[in-house]
């Protein structure tokens, strides 16, 4: 009835609030984690790490499904090319990502990979064939991201290498976030996790023997190196977790809310990494565009729940009849099912 549709749908809001909330703190972990690695211990083969990561969900996801712990069906190749496209392009953003975050800092790879929503945006009217964004959606998804420009104007150094990677890593990004969005519709998070993971362990293990990365990164693994390993173990544990909280965010919300979740936790990344890995320097231009960003963060918000209520009323109009129906409708007494109780 459309009293318990209603009050679903408010439990599946607040579900899906807490996951971009997860998400995004374990995403803006995840850029110090790697930074770490790459820069810190010198260990800059990305072909490599995501390869990892990739075989790690591989045996996690098997050992669950063998024990029964999931209702995931074994891969078939027929299965893994349906979901082939958007294997592609995530691997391609997997991989691009780390190689621009190992020639940037933080805030400045933040700043980059900030443009997300506008290239969703853009893409979902191609991808998705959605319509045009609301007007309100459109001047939040700006203030996000021209916030986060403005924030890290102070220490813009300009590397014509790192940004062509991350931009490329933005549009990429993109394209994979709407195509999961379409897929949700058929399958779960685990088995988009399950089909992604089989599909990109093969291209990037190829990828990484071609450039001559496996051989150089097995040879500089700092087996005896206590730090390397605990920290090289949490990029692989915590890249699983997040591909996974990624998958499962799309799924409950959609490619837009999951990037600006994303884009609001790097702002957390960029105080952070004023202090860290280098820092930058902290001015006017940080402050504007953290306020700047959080206020379209906000809006967004707020746009997107006045938009979920006008749907609640619309549906009461169209189903009157629902309405008149709840009044009625069977409750619990005792613990049992049964025809609505009398005082």
């Known amino acids: 009835m459309l009293v318990q549709e209603t009050k679903m749908a408010t439990k599946s809001g607040m579900v899906g609030l807490l996951i971009a909330c997860i998400y995004g703190a374990c995403s803006a972990s995840m850029a110090f984690i790697n930074k770490a690695v790459l820069t810190s211990y010198g260990f800059d083969y990305p072909f490599f790490l995501v390869t ?10 098997e050992l ?4 029964g712990r999931t209702s995931l069906v074994s891969f078939t190749l027929a299965r893994g090319f349906w979901f082939l496209l958007p294997s592609i392009f995530y691997a391609a953003n997997s991989v691009l990502s780390l190689s621009a975050l190992s020639g940037m800092n933080i805030p400045m790879y933040g700043l980059i990979k900030r443009c997300a929503p506008v ?4 893409l979902g009217m191609v991808i998705l064939r959605k319509p045009p964004p609301s007007a309100w959606t459109t001047i939040s998804v700006a203030m996000i991201t021209v916030g986060c420009f403005v924030a890290g104007y102070g220490d813009l150094t300009f590397d014509l290498m790192a940004y062509s990677l991350g931009l490329t890593s933005v549009v990429s990004q993109a394209i994979y976030l709407l195509l999961v969005q379409r897929f949700s519709e058929k399958i779960s998070a685990a088995e988009t996790l399950h089909l992604n993971s089989y599909n ?7 990828c990484s023997l071609l450039v001559g990365e496996f051989h150089k990164a097995i040879s500089d693994f700092a087996f005896y ?14 890249g699983c977790l997040l591909n996974y909280l990624l998958f499962l965010c799309t799924t409950y919300n959609s490619a837009l809310t999951t990037s600006v979740a994303g884009t609001l936790k790097s702002i957390v990344q960029t105080i952070i990494g004023m202090f860290t890995f280098g820092g930058i320097s902290f001015n006017v231009f940080t402050l504007s565009g953290i306020v700047l960003n959080l206020s379209g963060g906000i809006l967004y918000t707020f746009v997107k729940f006045i938009s979920g209520q006008n ?16 009044n009625s409708v069977t409750k619990p007494c005792n613990g049992n099912i049964l025809p609505q109780c009398s005082a």
């Open 119 to 122: 290239a969703i945006l853009l």
């Open 311 to 326: 749907m609640t009323k619309e549906t009461e109009k169209s189903n009157p009849e629902n309405v008149e129906a709840s």
């Open 225 to 238: 190196d206590v730090g390397f390993v605990l920290t090289f173990m949490s990029v692989i544990v915590f």
């Open 64 to 67: 669950l499904r063998l024990t």
């Open 52 to 61: 990892c990561q990739m075989a790690f969900s591989i045996v996690i996801l």
């Open 200 to 206: 990109t362990l093969p291209i990037l293990l190829v």
